[in-house]
């Protein structure tokens, strides 16, 4: 491994260290997070690839947790009587 491919790794392990830790600290409780670290690790891979590996986190972070609390799609919102 070379020393760039080590200081790249050791980069994007103190982002995910740091993610991490901003989700702990930020939510009361771990529904807060939810889907914000799948998107911190699938962002900041991608923003790796094209050198905003911080960013790319940030914003999958943004994106995963927008897209867990989604409502479900279909239906009146209401739930049915069982028959």
Do not use: D, Y
């Not at 009361?28 to 900041?44: F, M, N, R, S, Y």
């Not at 690839?49 to 999958?60: I, L, N, T």
């Amino acid at each position: 491994m070379t020393n760039l491919a080590r200081t790249n790794l050791a980069r994007l392990l103190a982002a995910a260290g740091l993610a991490l830790s901003a989700a702990a600290i930020a939510g009361p409780g771990p529904a807060e997070a939810k889907g914000c670290i799948k998107g911190a690790v699938v962002g900041g891979l991608a923003g790796k690839a094209v050198g905003h590996g911080k960013a790319g986190a940030a914003a999958g972070c943004a994106v995963g947790h927008h897209n867990a609390n989604k409502a479900p799609k279909g239906g009146s919102g209401q739930a049915q009587a069982p028959n």
